[in-house]
């Protein structure tokens, strides 16, 4: 019975080792500040920037224009969301970038690659 469980606890902390996580940068490191960068045609990837710029978001107070572009910006991701949700990917449609909606980009754009590759070959 105890090899059983001793077995089951190995295959889970097994598994959990090879699960992705995107909410921070791989081989990040300290005193450095990174940035999320996603764009629709590319691939999800992390960009190094100045942490005073970091500071400076900070303070700057948001205006109209700013809270526009945000929620121009969450509107695009939500149709984003629904569009790979009707291709059959396992999507949550929150308007926010999560790990589920940053894989299941990256198996579309994979999906794309393929039939580009295939109509080539055509």
């Known amino acids: 019975m105890k090899g059983i469980f001793l077995t ?12 992705q996580n995107y909410d921070f940068p791989p081989n990040a490191q300290p005193g450095k500040c990174y940035e999320r960068c ?3 045609d590319k691939k999800f ?20 224009e ?6 121009q910006a969450k509107i695009k991701l939500t149709k984003y969301q629904e569009k790979l949700k009707d291709l059959g990917y396992k999507v949550q449609i929150t308007g926010k970038l999560n790990n589920q909606t940053i894989k299941a980009h990256h198996k579309y754009l994979k999906r794309q690659k393929k039939k580009k590759r295939k109509k080539r070959r055509l």
């Open 8 to 19: 089951v606890f190995i295959l889970f902390c097994g598994a959990s080792l090879h699960s």
């Open 38 to 40: 996603f764009e629709y």
């Open 45 to 64: 990837t992390w960009k190094e920037i100045s942490c005073d710029t970091l500071a400076l978001r900070a303070e700057k107070s948001k205006t109209k």
């Open 66 to 71: 700013d809270i526009i572009k945000a929620r």
